[in-house]
């Protein structure tokens, strides 16, 4: 992983470890206001809610932003010391709204208000997907045991699988797609040697999109310019040399071309 990533790691590890620490020292003062007035501990509980939606927004934010993510995955200290601070958070996530929900019911009966505590159905989805993916089954699952003891939602949990492509996906896709295709020309190539001038043009477009599809999985750097009007790299210059740059219509207008008339000799 290049400095700048590494960097980037310990900025966001740094900032979990922050939001930890100030949503501790919330908590630990709430717990502390025994004997304190009903309006002191009304601000400690307060400040316990807004400490700790930040710490676990951020964890869940952090983890659902895809890209960073996948960034990341490939460096094994980085996703470990992760799902260390999210079963860290999910674990502190029960005793959270235990006490919210017992502050809150000591300080007013209003349904309105204990239900605005609540998360909602789908909270902490991406958190529990992570601890699902990489933790063993006893350790998650005693998780979500605690989850539903405390009638907190396991979305994540039930649902670990999202139908997302990722890029090892995405590449033979695009290689079959290409194989395929230019196979399907090649077919058609001889069973329709003489096409129209709109069949000509679909075909081109399928070859072109078709062979950046092969060439997204080689390894190499390319990159066309035509003029100043177009700049490409990767599998997107090989679709404009194929495109653009057609030899193909040269040999068409070559051979299409009239022979050349010659001129008899007076005898």
């Given at each position: ?43 400690g509980l ?33 996703l470990a ?187």
């Open positions: 992983m290049s400095s700048s990533n590494e960097l980037k790691v310990i900025e966001l590890t740094s900032k979990i470890s922050s939001l930890k620490d100030e949503y501790s020292k919330d908590l630990t003062a709430f717990i502390q206001t025994s004997g304190k007035s009903k309006e002191e501990k009304l601000n307060l400040k316990v809610q807004s400490s700790g939606n930040k710490y676990f927004n951020y964890i869940e934010d952090l983890i659902g932003d895809s890209g960073l993510l996948g960034a990341h995955e490939k460096n094994g200290h980085w010391s992760l799902i260390e601070n999210t079963t860290e958070a999910l674990n502190l996530i029960c005793v959270h709204y235990s006490v919210l929900r017992d502050g809150v019911s000591k300080f007013s009966s209003d349904e309105d208000l204990l239900s605005s505590i609540e998360p909602t159905s789908k909270a902490f989805s991406n958190m529990q997907r992570l601890v699902a993916s990489h933790l063993k089954s006893k350790e998650w699952k005693c998780i979500k045991n605690e989850f539903e003891k405390c009638s907190l939602p396991t979305y994540g949990f039930n649902n670990r699988r999202l139908p997302v492509m990722n890029s090892t996906m995405q590449t033979v896709l695009s290689f079959t797609f290409g194989v395929v295709f230019v196979i399907v020309l090649l077919v058609i190539a001889f069973i329709e040697p003489d096409p129209s001038s709109f069949q000509y043009n679909v075909f081109r477009v399928v070859l072109s999109l078709a062979a950046a599809g092969v060439v997204a999985v080689l390894p190499g750097f390319i990159e066309v310019k035509f003029g100043k009007w177009l700049r490409a790299t990767g599998a997107l210059a090989v679709f404009a040399v194929v495109y653009f740059y057609n030899p193909a219509s040269l040999v068409t207008e070559q051979q299409s071309a009239p022979p050349p008339i010659e001129q008899s000799q007076p005898h």
